[in-house]
């Protein structure tokens, strides 16, 4: 059976299950939204259609409370049917795409599946900033994390290479700061230096009413969407408009391609970058009904800092030690002010450096993501664990194709761990799952991140769903190659 993430238990039986033209499914007001996405989603793959109906069904969703575990479902197939079993939605949405993959030739085989994630974050990040992707490609990717039971959208929204939120407080941030030349025709780590006046602008940004469409298409898939706003470094374009809540207050251009070191920072000296913040986050909890909200936290180059009075003074004032506390402490305020909102923030894992905030959630992704692992659970705080290269996927795939910097293969996703050697079992609880993160300097368009993304999301799929001792290399390259022939039916532009 070509299923991908592999069930943690599948009994195969003889024989087959036939479908008709019209699969009819057992009528429930409580599963209609869920039988609706599942027949946009069978539409792709078959020509099948479906119906409900109260008798003669094909196929039944029944809440069984014996299956406590929120995603985990069921399924049983005979010469009755098809019947999927959750206690939760969520459950029954993961067995109908299960039950998608296990169409062949419009029959299905007899089969008894058990099944449940060992994550609970399984999750992929898309950066819109260094490119601008549509709200079209958007929820095509949103399918595709549906189909690998993928469950968290990472939504890197704002990043030195453009703004790309409406915030209605202060327009200017897409008005200004969502644009920049346009230098697409010069590699990207040359164009900082190009005196160009390039071919227009470049840029976009999703309004707030485009925001709310896709959080609801996401929720439709059983897939959070947490936003990213990056602070107080990655900030440099936000420069271009409000550049009083820097440390110069001088005004940049929105940077057209590589831009590092990336020198200027939000001040941290200044209170009415809090309170700039904090509005911009207040419109952000209003869109975004996920608990968490990502405030970066990354690569925050201190020089501006140590040459700021306002900085200097405020590391005086709080008694911090030096720049790196400096930053906790803007983590810390900005923490405390989410989690009075009742948000639970989460940082790259630099803000470990000069104090952990208590319950800040940590995203390891430096070197292996180990240190950063076990510095974060150290004092309770949580993490996911995304570890560059190895879930990084604008590394190449092989030496020879697309892709910047080294390789990261496609076994070497699959083989990867979030459980650490040597982190004990009390611990494991504080590792929320994994997810692989798509940064898009190189990638201009929709195709070069599917080409980038697949097949490698299908290895991710089994790392944040399978039990380690549930994989198997050779087993999982068998059921890739079938389960290629869904991913042509998505039109999917992955790697061979």
Same mark, same amino acid.
């Given at each position: 059976m070509n299923i991908i993430p592999k069930p943690v238990k599948i009994i195969e039986k003889s024989g087959?299950?036939? +479908?008709?033209?019209?699969? &009819?499914?057992?009528?429930?007001?409580? $599963?209609?939204?869920?039988?609706?996405? @599942? =027949?946009?989603?069978?539409?792709?793959?078959?020509?099948?259609?479906?119906?409900? $109906?109260?008798? *003669? @069904?094909?196929?039944?969703?029944?809440f069984d409370e014996d299956i406590p575990q929120l995603e985990g479902y069921q399924i049983l197939v005979n010469n009755n049917g098809i019947?999927?079993? &959750? =206690?939760?939605? !969520?459950?029954?949405?993961?067995? +109908?795409? $299960?039950? +998608?993959?296990?169409?062949?030739?419009?029959?299905?085989? @007899?089969?008894e599946i058990e099944d449940k994630p060992r994550f609970q974050w399984r999750g992929m990040h898309l950066d819109v900033s260094r490119h601008f992707f549509s709200i079209k490609f958007i929820k095509h990717f949103i399918d595709l994390l549906a189909l690998h039971k993928l469950n968290v959208f990472h939504w890197h929204l704002t990043d030195d290479n453009g703004w790309r939120i409406e915030i209605k407080k202060y327009p200017q941030l897409t008005e200004v700061c969502g644009w920049r030349r346009n230098l697409e025709h010069i590699p990207w780590n040359e164009r900082n230096n190009s005196n160009e006046k390039g071919n227009g602008i470049y840029g976009g940004f999703y309004t707030q009413e485009e925001i709310k469409d896709i959080v609801k298409y996401a929720a439709e898939r059983y897939i959070t969407v947490v936003p990213e706003i990056e602070m107080p %470094?990655?900030? &440099?374009?936000v420069f271009a408009a409000y550049p009083q809540f820097s440390c110069r207050e001088k005004k940049l251009e929105v940077t057209a391609g590589g831009y590092w070191p990336n020198l200027d920072i939000f001040c941290a000296g200044n209170d009415k970058t809090f309170t700039f913040l904090e509005n911009i986050l207040s419109e952000i909890i209003q869109l975004f009904p996920s608990p968490y909200i990502h405030i970066g =936290? *990354?690569? !925050?180059?201190? $020089?501006r800092w140590k040459e700021c009075p306002k900085c200097q003074k405020r590391i005086a004032d709080e008694h911090l030690k030096d720049e790196n506390e400096l930053q906790s402490y803007f983590i810390k305020r900005i923490s405390k002010f989410l989690f009075e909102k009742g948000k639970i923030p989460i940082g790259w894992d630099e803000i470990i450096q000069g104090g952990l905030a208590k319950d800040v959630v940590v995203m390891c992704w430096?070197?292996? %993501?180990?240190? !950063? +692992?076990?510095n974060a659970i150290s004092t309770g705080n949580k993490a996911i664990l995304c570890p560059n290269p190895i879930l990084y996927f604008d590394w190449k795939q092989v030496e020879d194709s697309q892709g910047t910097f080294g390789v990261t293969t496609l076994k070497q996703v699959y083989e990867y761990d979030p459980v650490h050697i040597g982190i004990s079992k009390e611990n494991e609880h504080l590792i929320l799952g994994a997810q692989a993160n798509v940064w898009t300097e190189w990638m201009t368009t929709n195709k070069d991140v599917e080409f980038m993304t697949f097949p490698r999301i299908c290895a991710l799929a089994e790392v944040a769903w399978c039990k380690k001792d549930n994989k198997n290399w050779l087993n999982f390259l068998s059921r890739l190659t079938k389960f290629k022939s869904i991913l042509d039916k998505y039109n999917v532009n992955y790697y061979s």
């Open positions: 087959f299950y036939k +479908l008709h033209e019209t699969i &009819s499914v057992k009528r429930n007001e409580e $599963t209609e939204n869920i039988i609706e996405v @599942f =027949g946009k989603e069978l539409n792709i793959i078959t020509d099948l259609k479906l119906e409900t $109906t109260e008798k *003669d @069904f094909d196929l039944q969703l029944v019947r999927i079993s &959750s =206690g939760k939605k !969520a459950g029954l949405f993961y067995g +109908l795409i $299960t039950f +998608l993959q296990l169409i062949v030739n419009n029959e299905v085989p @007899f089969c %470094g990655h900030t &440099s374009e =936290g *990354d690569e !925050a180059e201190k $020089t430096r070197g292996d %993501g180990k240190d !950063a +692992l076990e």
